[in-house]
C-alpha cells in the first residue's frame, strides 16, 4: 500500500520560512517523479513544483521560482519543499505527490498559513 505522509506545515508570519517533507512508502521511491501542490481554499488545486527521479533536475510554477526549492532524498524516501520569503497567498493546504507518466499517488496534505 502506497503512503505518502506530509509534515511540516504550520503558522508563519511573511516573509518567513517553512520547510515541507513527505515521506514515502509502499513503492520504489528512485522510480517515482515527486510533486507538490497546493490549494488555497476556495481555489483549484495548482501545481508548484517537481523533481525527477535522481534529483537532478527540477521545475518550478512562475509563482514559487526563486523562492521554493524542491529536492529529494532517495535513500530516506522523502521530498523536500523549502520554502523561503513566504507571502500570503501562499497560505494553502500542500500535497505532495508521486508518478511516473503522470501522478497516481497523493497525500493529505500539510496546512500551510502565512500572516500578513
Known amino acids: 500500500q502506497v503512503q505518502l505522509v506530509e509534515s511540516g506545515g504550520g503558522l508563519v508570519q511573511a516573509g518567513g520560512s517553512l520547510r515541507l517533507s513527505c515521506a514515502a512508502s509502499?513503492?520504489?521511491?528512485?522510480?517515482?517523479?515527486m510533486a507538490w501542490f497546493r490549494q488555497a481554499p476556495g481555489k483549484e488545486r495548482e501545481f508548484v513544483a517537481r523533481?525527477?527521479?535522481?534529483?537532478?533536475?527540477?521545475y518550478y510554477s512562475d509563482f514559487v521560482k526563486g523562492r521554493f526549492i524542491i529536492s529529494r532524498d532517495n535513500a530516506k524516501n522523502t521530498v523536500y519543499l523549502q520554502m523561503n520569503s513566504l507571502k500570503p497567498e501562499d497560505t494553502a493546504v500542500y500535497y505532495c505527490a508521486a508518478g511516473v507518466s503522470m501522478f497516481d499517488y497523493w497525500g493529505q496534505g500539510t496546512q500551510v498559513t502565512v500572516s500578513s
Open positions: 509502499g513503492l520504489t521511491f528512485s522510480n517515482y517523479g
Open positions: 523533481v525527477s527521479r535522481n534529483g537532478d533536475s527540477t
